[in-house]
């Protein structure tokens, strides 16, 4: 089996900081820089030009993604230095052939890329017979955080095509491995290298890893672990940057200070100081919930206090939101329990017994539904429609691992405004 190809996809905004990227990148073994279509749409062909002369030893690609003009875009990504030109495979037939003339006419070859198509198999035959280069097995950005796989794809298309595969979307070191495994010959990596704040230690470990291609034995794991393993991972401010910013309680802080509480919400409406749904709802929750309290926004008395969380920590309740206030603070904080409120106050009310568990609620200003995600810290408290879960999930890890890469470039010296060209960026009136 021939050396497999190891493409790193630029999918950045900023020109400095993908010729930096790459350079990193390719000391860690990338052998091809993919412009990605984000810094094409951001610098224009003049992210092509620049990276080809900064890196005359290797094969630029410009992942035009062609839609129409099939000659003309490929002839200016061609001219500006490109080896290799995407194209969406779902192109009509007519702007495939046009981009294939050019590609022949101006000496580069073409990548049909697969997002997005109804019958990849059949259609990766057809762009094969009308003379493209490689076929990219790629599910997009969006498409993987609701859960769909590039190594899937990969498998169905594995000895069908003809020409050589690429794959794209989502991978890592481990399932860039399984990809050369699975018959692909060049393996495309964007998010997992170029968002790591050691961009050279990301790209060898995959450049190690589709050297010894192997298919390693995968625990399967529901979607609701899945969802928890990431949202413990993250943070409740990254979850709201997952949500376009959405989905944050007003007002409510952690009692114990560094505490985290993560999971399907419980919901109870109750009056003010009434605390006899709070305490039932303990014995309705399951391990791993978390009890949400609406109180009806009353701060004078507390429906919850040290004993009520002394038997939610004993039955693994994962932690306590609360529209009101909580007393006892001086226990729940030894008990380390995550209990979020609006105030904290002595004096408890009368386990009266109105209110109701498990209906839709306002709470800190938000709806919560009982099954909604709960992801709380520090920072406060943000809700996540369960729907969404998975792929809100999967957005707060991208918003770590972006993140990651700019903490380390401000550490370099840089500061947050040049990371992220906030001038350039200011929204045009
Ligand atoms: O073309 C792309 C998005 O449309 C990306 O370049 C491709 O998906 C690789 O990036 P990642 O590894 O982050 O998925």
Redesign the pocket.
Known sequence: MATPTLQV?L?LLELDRAVEIADEAVRGGADWI?V??PLIKSEGMQAVRTLRERFPGHEIVA?MKIADTGAIEVEMAAKSGAGVVCILADADDAVIVEAVRSARKYGVRLMA?L?NVADPVDRSRELAALGVDYINA?V??DQ?MIGRSSLDLLRRLAGETGIPIAV????DAETASEAVAAGASVV?????IVKAADVTGAARRVREAIDRPEIRPREEESRDAAIRRLFEAVSAPNVTDGMHRKGAMAGVVSICGRVKAVGRAVTVRTLAGDWAKPVEAIDVAGPGDVLVVSNDGGTSVAPWGELATHSAKNRGIAGVVIDGAVRDVDDIREMKFPVFATATVPNAGDPKGLGEINTEIACCGQEVRPGDWIVADESGVVVVPRERAYEVARRAMEVRKNEERIREEIRRGRTLSEVSELLKWEKRH
């Open positions: 996809a999918d993919e990605g279509t992942d890329d997002i790629h997009g950005i993987q794209a979307g989502g991978l495309i990596v964007g998010g997992n």
